[in-house]
Each structure stands twice: as structure tokens, then as C-alpha cells.
């Protein structure tokens, strides 16, 4: 080998990294034949294989073009890609969904209609404590004047009805808040999950 | 050499040499001095100045010799600062190890 072919093999090593980084680096070797007070052979044997000094612009720290690192990525990306689904696995997914409705749909439209039916009742039942207590608050004052000790005790239990009335109300307001939009989103999610790639099932 | 060398090491060595011309030196010369003080293959040293000038502590510039261009190597501004930055720790770091290692 002598100097141009040298060089000619350093650029090929060199390639894909930016054109500037690679005119610098030839220059560089270029220069370093004309100063050496040694002959082209001596020089060559002293810098080693082609191959190697490339490697070694590129493994330079700091350099993003780094060989071993892009075979590096390339190799985690073939474990990580996860297989595509080819048509024949969509079918199946399909078939299977179908199959499926009639079970499914029916547990969840009865698991929907019973949360409903609860948060239905439970916004009656704070309904009634707060109502119920406010009236019967009232119509104990009007006692009042009747019988002092009944009359106390209709608007004490009207009184503390309505407070619990008030706190079910709070607790209501944080399940409409953050448990419904939360259970919209767990059943998007379930409703999700057949199509799911790979992927996303090991980030998620 | 016995002892490894980092890259910190070289890249002041590598900036204490160039500094010593105030024109600049060019890249077989600075090899050559390195070489004197640490043991580096022929090419280790070009990444070096690489990297150096990537950081603008080395800036290049190309003078005309003997019917060719010769590229040229000065340190900067930068490359002062980190070369006398060097300095420091390196005299801190190898009076240290001068007296646990020699028991001076």
C-alpha cells in the first residue's frame, strides 16, 4: 500500500460521517506524510491499519458517529421493535372480538348500569339528608313553641342531617371529580388493549 | 508507560505543546513531542486535535511551506485558560501522589 491508497482507504473508513470532518481528518494524515522524515511505508507501519485510525475519529469522545455505536443501536433495535401484526393476526383479532360480544357486552352494560344505578342512589340519598334535615330544622323551631324538649330534638336531628347531607355532598363532588373521569379512562383503555402493539403493552 | 494516561492528561499535554510556539506548530511535530512524554500510537493523536478544536481551545490556520500548505495548530484564548487550569490541578494532583507514593 503506499500513500494515496492509504488515504484513499481512510476516507472509506470514514464514511457517513460530515464531509468537513473528513477533509480535516485526510488533511491531517495528508500533512502528516509530507512532514515525516520517514519514507511512506515507515509512516504507514507506524499509523497502523486504515481501519483502525478511523475507528478511531469516530470512537473519538464526544462523536455521535461512533461505529461500534450505531451497530450498538441497531442491534437493540431488532430485540425492541416488536413483531408487526401481519394481516392474518388483525383477522384473528377481529373473530375473536366478535365471538366475544355477546359475553362481553352484556357484563359490561350490566357493570355500567350498576355504577349508574349506585351514584344515582347515592346522589338521592344526600339529596334526602340535606332536604329532610333543612325541613325538618325548620318545622322544629315551629315545635319549638309546642313542646320545648320534642322541639329541640326535631331541629338538633334536622340539623345534623343536613350536615351529613353537606359531607356526602363533598364526597359526591370528589367521585363525579376524579372517579368518573378516571373509570372513562380505564374503560377507553380497556377498549384499547386488543390493538395494542408489543410496545406499548411493555411501556404501559 | 506504566500508568494509564487519561484523557485530560493528553489534551494538556497536547495544549502545553502546541502553546510553547506562539505561531503554532503543525500536527507531526506536536506528535512527535507528545510522543517524547507519553507513550501514544501514532494516531491517537489526531482525535485529540480534534476534540480540542472542537471545544475552541485549538484553532487551525494554513501557512505556505516548502510549495504546499501546511496546516497549522495555535492554542486560543480558551485553550489558555484550560492549559493554566491544568496546570493547577496537575500540581496539586502530582504533589499528592508524590507524597503518599515516594513518602516525600
Redesign the interface.
Known amino acids: 500500500m503506499n500513500r494515496r491508497e492509504y488515504l484513499r482507504r481512510l476516507e472509506q473508513c470514514m464514511k457517513g460521517m460530515p464531509p468537513k470532518e473528513v477533509e480535516d481528518a485526510l488533511r491531517y494524515y495528508e500533512d502528516y506524510f509530507e512532514d515525516g522524515s520517514l519514507t511512506d511505508e515507515e509512516i504507514i507501519t507506524s499509523l497502523g491499519k486504515p481501519e483502525d485510525v478511523a475507528r478511531q475519529i469516530r470512537g473519538n469522545a464526544g462523536y455521535d458517529y461512533s461505529e461500534d455505536k450505531v451497530e450498538n443501536n441497531e442491534a437493540q433495535k431488532d430485540i425492541k421493535t416488536p413483531k408487526k401484526r401481519t394481516k392474518g393476526d388483525w383477522v384473528l383479532i377481529v373473530i375473536i372480538i366478535i365471538c366475544l360480544l355477546p359475553i362481553v357486552l352484556p357484563v359490561i352494560g350490566s357493570i355500567i348500569a350498576a355504577v349508574l344505578g349506585l351514584l344515582f342512589a347515592a346522589v338521592l340519598l344526600t339529596l334526602a339528608f340535606l332536604i329532610g334535615g333543612l325541613v325538618a330544622a325548620f318545622s322544629g323551631i315551629g315545635t319549638l313553641f309546642v313542646s320545648l324538649a320534642s322541639g329541640l330534638v326535631i331541629t338538633g336531628l334536622g340539623i345534623v342531617s343536613a350536615c351529613v347531607g353537606i359531607l356526602l355532598c363533598r364526597l359526591l363532588w370528589y367521585v363525579f371529580s376524579k372517579g368518573v373521569p378516571a373509570m372513562a379512562k380505564g374503560v377507553v383503555k380497556i377498549c384499547k388493549w386488543p390493538f395494542k402493539d408489543g410496545s406499548e403493552k411493555e411501556g404501559a | 508507560m506504566v500508568f494509564n494516561t487519561g ?1 485530560a492528561l493528553l489534551d494538556a499535554i497536547v495544549l502545553s505543546v502546541v502553546s510553547k510556539e506562539t505561531e503554532g506548530t ?4 506536536i ?1 512527535q513531542e507528545v510522543r517524547e512524554v507519553m507513550d501514544i ?4 493523536l ?2 485529540v ?3 480540542l478544536l ?1 471545544d475552541d481551545c485549538l484553532e487551525v490556520y494554513d501557512k505556505a511551506f516548502s510549495g ?1 500548505n ?2 497549522y495548530y495555535k492554542v486560543t484564548e480558551k485553550g489558555d485558560a484550560q492549559l493554566r487550569l491544568y496546570q493547577i490541578e496537575w500540581k496539586s494532583y502530582s504533589r499528592k501522589v508524590s507524597k503518599y507514593l515516594l513518602e516525600e
Not at chain 2, 41 to 44: F, G, M, R
Request: hydrophobic share 5%.
Open positions: 484523557s503543525y500536527g507531526y511535530r506528535t500510537s501514532e494516531s491517537t489526531y482525535p486535535l480534534r476534540r472542537k504546499r501546511r496546516r
